[in-house]
């Protein structure tokens, strides 16, 4: 399903992913861990088709993206659902309408959509929710929502990027059992994540990046017990914090997110807001980036 042969990818003198090969197979589970910086957002974005390794070869449900143009980066995005940490819904959007919108910038008849939608909201377990908007859910249903999104359209594989990062570690647990349910039905999912606690339980294959470099690809747990730096703060279950002092300022503060940690407290700035109307259409058309 995805296949890194060789690939390395340097930012001037700053390294990305050095000599690195990965193989992973359709209906895999994989998660992708490592400090802060270690290489995970590169090695996403390459898949994306956001960014071009400097050699090597990226080989994708059978066909080699390292080699196709522009105009095939649509097709190639179709085949990947992305589900995001901060949920990226559509806010003036009901439920329905947030997952529809992913089928509609495609171009998908009514029919298709109204016989879709229902069923993916039935199996992410919030079609009851349908004429809610994002403001009337709780962060968990969110998520779900946003793994509805995903799903609709039927991707070859789910990437996810810390999706569990806002959600208490109750809710998590939740949203991971979904994801191994879609998992199990055929979808092959990849995880970045820093959360230990949830590797080290659902104990499936870790692939760990260091520095660029592919430094473990075995099945276990999380392997790493302690962040690089005081700056790179770790609470099980809940997003990784950076930028500490930066976040301590008053209009910046987002309670809901304060953990206590080592004796003290840390505390992450608000998310960022997204003016998404447009941005989901511009990313499937080749366009404009959502992973960051």
């Known amino acids: 399903m995805i296949v890194f042969n060789n690939v390395t990818k340097k930012y001037g ?3 990305g992913l050095i000599n690195a090969s990965v193989h992973i197979n359709s209906g895999d589970f994989v998660f992708l861990v490592g400090p802060s910086g270690a290489g995970k957002t590169t090695f996403i974005r390459l898949i994306l088709k956001e960014i071009d390794p400097d050699s090597g070869r990226i080989i994708l449900a059978g066909k080699d993206i390292t080699k196709i143009g522009r105009r095939e980066i649509p097709e190639i995005r179709q085949k990947i659902g992305m589900v995001f940490q901060d949920f990226r819904l559509l806010e003036k959007k009901t439920v329905y309408e ?8 495609l171009h998908k008849s009514k029919k298709e959509i109204k016989e879709r939608v ?14 809610r908007y994002p403001n009337e859910l709780s962060a968990g249903e969110q998520q779900r929502v946003g793994i509805a999104r995903a799903l609709v359209n039927k991707p070859r ?24 349910q879609i998992n199990v039905r055929g979808t092959t ?55 500490v002092a930066a976040a301590a300022e008053p209009e910046s503060i987002a309670p809901d997110f304060t ?15 997204y003016d998404v109307d447009d941005m989901l259409s511009a990313y499937l058309d080749g366009g404009e980036d959502i992973y960051e």
């Open 13 to 15: 003198e700053n390294v």
């Open 98 to 105: 947030n997952v529809a919108f992913a089928m509609e910038v």
């Open 118 to 131: 229902p069923y993916v909201l039935e199996l992410v377990d919030i079609k009851d929710k349908a004429d």
């Open 157 to 180: 594989v789910l990437i996810c990027d810390e999706p569990t990062g806002n959600l208490d570690p109750m809710t998590a647990m939740d949203i991971m059992a979904l994801l191994e």
């Open 189 to 243: 999912v990849l995880m970045v994540t820093h959360a230990k606690d949830i590797v080290d339980k659902m104990n499936k294959r870790v692939v760990a990046i260091d520095h660029g470099h592919i430094v473990r690809d075995e099945e276990g747990s999380y392997g790493y017990t302690k962040q690089n730096t005081e700056d790179e703060l770790y609470v099980p279950g809940y997003a990784t914090y950076t930028g």
């Open 259 to 273: 953990q206590e940690l080592r004796a003290r407290t840390v505390t992450t700035a608000a998310p960022s807001d």
